[in-house]
T-cell receptor, first 114, second 112 residues
Framework: AQSVTQLGSHVSVSEGALVLLRCNYSSSVPPYLFWYVQYPNQGLQLLLKYTTGATLVKGINGFEAEFKKSETSFHLTKPSAHMSDAAEYFCAVSDAGGYNKLIFGAGTRLAVHP | DVKVTQSSRYLVKRTGEKVFLECVQDMDHENMFWYRQDPGLGLRLIYFSYDVKMKEKGDIPEGYSVSREKKERFSLILESASTNQTSMYLC???????????FGPGTRLTVT
């Protein structure tokens, strides 16, 4: 069965520092991978996705993620954190069990301090 | 833009009450989903529907039921609310042949 592990439930960075949020997955078939962001009191918004093709994918707000099959990872990065990046981030993997469902990780809450 | 709306942002109910959470999407999506979100547990799938009047159990269906009488509307029902159903409930929809889901703003339900 597929699963998603997000290392670190809380990550804190300084404004202007590199953001790195880690995501590892298990899947028996080539996965589709997603990062969603949730700002306080809002629903989830798609940041970026990997389906096929180029393994480095760029998303909104300067975020990008790289699919590394050998490491079963899909880490999210941003070169320079902004205060507005403070939110909760969820990694998700496609469920090969049918119905095109997604399996979500537990989430990582990103804090950005001045 | 896809819009998914949920009937209430905040809801307070008493133990034993019957609770209806409504979700409406305006993009003619075939598939709709109900999740609950709890700290440290991420999103857990309660039920989903792939067509009108069709439904499938997710990972945690106990204590919940759903209704989909029209394509655009998907309702989550708590037959007899309990305190352990206090949570954030998120609705999502997606078109056929994709995985990308579009989420509503969520309903924070408190059962006292």
């Amino acid at each position: 069965a597929q699963s998603v592990t997000q290392l670190g439930s809380h990550v804190s960075v300084s404004e202007g520092a590199l953001v790195l949020l880690r995501c590892n997955y298990s899947s028996s078939v080539p996965p589709y991978l997603f990062w969603y962001v949730q700002y306080p009191n809002q629903g989830l918004q798609l940041l970026l996705k990997y389906t096929t093709g180029a393994t480095l994918v760029k998303g909104i707000n300067g975020f990008e993620a790289e699919f590394k099959k050998s490491e079963t990872s899909f880490h999210l990065t941003k070169p320079s954190a902004h205060m507005s990046d403070a939110a909760e981030y969820f990694c998700a993997v496609s469920d090969a069990g049918g119905y095109n469902k997604l399996i979500f990780g537990a989430g990582t809450r990103l804090a950005v301090h001045p | 833009d896809v819009k998914v709306t949920q009937s209430s942002r905040y809801l307070v109910k008493r133990t034993g009450e019957k609770v209806f959470l409504e979700c409406v999407q305006d993009m003619d999506h075939e598939n709709m989903f109900w999740y609950r979100q709890d700290p440290g547990l991420g999103l857990r799938l309660i039920y989903f529907s792939y067509d009108v009047k069709m439904k499938e159990k997710g990972d945690i269906p106990e204590g919940y039921s759903v209704s989909r009488e029209k394509k655009e509307r998907f309702s989550l029902i708590l037959e007899s609310a309990s305190t352990n159903q206090t949570s954030m409930y998120l609705c999502a929809s997606r078109p056929t042949a994709t995985y990308e889901q579009y989420f509503g703003p969520g309903t924070r339900l408190t059962v006292t």
